[in-house]
């Protein structure tokens, strides 16, 4: 059964293609700089000065560049959806939950999740976790 891995934050994604227990490979990597930014860190080119919705606007703003991040990324998978059994998505619960929110039927349909952020693993060690989670197949 041939799967397709995406782990992603809100900031970073890889994408991997799972075989078999022996065969796990990456095919793909995002990067989203604008959706790690602290707040503080956005607009940096702008003189600083304090407003009291500062904080919201970068937050704001993060979570905007997240969301263009989430369809992105989805936009990818279903480029290559059909040539997928499943599809296994691994990101923390926020972004998880962002990704869900555009997510077609079809993808919904192979789809298997995971509440977890793989982004910072090395590739044996996703695919290890993959396994022990069984949402890859032998």
């Given at each position: 059964?041939?799967?397709?891995?995406?782990?992603?934050?809100?900031?970073?994604?890889?994408?991997?293609?799972?075989?078999?227990?022996?065969?796990?490979?990456?095919?793909?990597?995002?990067?989203?700089?604008?959706?790690?930014?602290?707040?503080?860190?956005?607009?940096?080119?702008?003189?600083?000065?304090?407003?009291?919705?500062?904080?919201?606007?970068?937050?704001?703003?993060?979570?905007?560049?997240?969301?263009?991040f989430a369809k992105e990324l989805l936009a990818d998978v279903k480029q290559k959806e059909k040539d997928f059994d499943r599809i296994v998505i691994a990101a923390p619960p926020k972004f998880l939950g962002e990704l869900r929110s555009h997510l077609t039927s079809s993808i919904q349909q192979k789809l298997s999740t995971l509440t977890r952020d793989f982004t910072h693993l090395k590739p044996d060690e996703i695919h290890q976790r993959l396994m022990e989670a069984e949402t890859v197949t032998l």
């Open positions: 059964m041939k799967t397709l891995v995406l782990a992603a934050d809100g900031s970073r994604a890889r994408l991997f293609i799972h075989w078999n227990v022996h065969n796990f490979e990456q095919i793909g990597s995002f990067d989203s700089p604008q959706g790690r930014n602290l707040p503080g860190e956005t607009n940096t080119d702008r003189s600083g000065s304090f407003q009291g919705s500062a904080y919201e606007t970068e937050v704001d703003a993060q979570r905007h560049a997240q969301q263009l």
